[in-house]
């Protein structure tokens, strides 16, 4: 069988300049922590977040990018190519919310912008990851973000846009099966607020390109990066 | 006016169900993953490629059941199929479209069709194969003809093309082990073909022969992957 960790690639590269030693400091460190995921053990995958990520200076958005996010990738790609058991798979992504959780009392937060947003997966979608990662993004950028979680039903979606008020409305869908809940939610949030900005991505969007046109909504965000610079543009912080 | 995409899902369960009835006549599925594991998943399939189907339609972007076919592909040759396999789902879904009166221009049509498309390798080697595994099943069939009755050549041909099939995707995929781990289990498979004293090692040699010099990937990676007539009489 073909070893999943020796097979680890990246294609993602860091926005800032990367010199050799970092990047091996980084392969090594995501090398490490897959093993860890495919492991099943927890206390290692944090141990290494921790010890050899944040007490070692690697910034907690490199590890957001360059080592969390790129081994869920890399999971999805073992479980495709059947390297990997749906029980692994979940395994291993249940580890990555652990470590998502497990850091995001580190992260670093700019001074509050006053500006809130909403972010959910709309429903029936129970992929969650890249949401509550584009969440942290966001409050690492000063906005306080409520984060709702996976398949949240379009009705109670509006009620929580009405309670809350948010500046922005973010939703996230990973399977394209899903695209007509995200028409629904559009719709109920639109009908409770209609000038609210609506942001929308996840990789749903990766098969039906330029489909944010069609949505009515105000921007797709891309990735956790490109939705927050889109936030700061559209909020004008 | 009901949308197509609503005409479709409304009949969902019985176009899925349409769309896989001639797959279960062949043996292979339930020699290979055996009768519950075939069906269970053999329908789950079929509802999933309707399903996608008309969340392509509710868009209106084959770019839908393209991705969806490219993703599913990577995952089903893992799992010892090919793409001839997932194409002929394509086909068995055309058809059940067809027989509920929707004509070759219609959109679930089109879309079914942008689905078979993506399948097409990008060029190189696999694509080579691909564009070219209708005449290579026939020269290879023709070089057996002194094995064959006249009813079994299109039969040999159809599985001559299956093997393409699945020699394209270890390479496009650059995993020579998937046309290995075929090969192996395929061996034993083999005699329910009914192919008489046609040996699947023979069958396997002569096809690597039409492969000749325009081919010399698809050739090597073949060598590799054969299983040799002492091992399946030993």
Known sequence: MEDPVTTFRYSTSPSEPVTPETETTLTHLRSRYLAAQLAGHRLEALRLLVDDGVLRGVPLQVLHLEVIQPAQYEIGRLWQENIISVAQEHQATAIAQLSLAHLYRHLPRDPPNDKVVLLSCVEGELHEVGARMASDFLEMAGFDVRFLGANVPHEHLGRMVRQVRPHLLALSVTMTYHLPALRRAVGHARAVAPDLPIAAGGLAFRWAPGLEDTLGVSFLGGDARELVSAACRTLGV | ?234
């Open chain 2, 1 to 234: 006016m009901e949308t197509p995409s609503r005409l479709v899902e409304a009949r969902a369960d019985t176009l899925a169900r349409a769309s896989v009835e001639a797959m279960y006549q062949d043996p292979f599925w339930e020699a290979r993953y055996g009768a519950e594991r075939a069906r269970r998943f053999g329908d789950e399939d079929a509802r999933f490629h309707v399903r996608y189907l008309v969340q392509s339609l509710d868009e209106h972007r084959p770019s839908v059941m393209e991705g969806y076919a490219r993703w599913l592909r990577t995952l089903l040759v893992s799992r010892g199929m090919c793409t001839l396999h997932l194409d002929q789902n394509f086909v068995g879904l055309a058809s059940a479209l067809e027989a509920d009166g929707w004509g070759p221009d219609s959109e679930p049509q089109v879309h079914v069709r942008a689905a078979r498309k993506a399948l097409l390798y990008p060029d190189g080697p696999a694509r080579r194969l691909q564009d070219t595994a209708q005449a290579l099943a026939r020269a290879t069939t023709a070089r057996l003809a002194l094995y064959l009755t006249p009813e079994d050549k299109p039969r040999l041909e159809e599985e001559m093309c299956l093997q393409l099939s699945y020699l394209a995707d270890a390479l496009a995929e650059q995993k020579p082990e998937l046309m290995a781990d075929h090969v192996r289990w395929y061996v034993g498979f083999w005699p329910r073909r009914g192919f008489g004293l046609l040996a699947f090692p023979s069958v396997l040699g002569m096809l690597k022969a039409s492969l000749g010099v325009a081919h010399p990937e698809a050739r090597a990676l073949l060598a590799t992957a054969g299983v040799s007539w002492e091992e399946t009489r030993s």
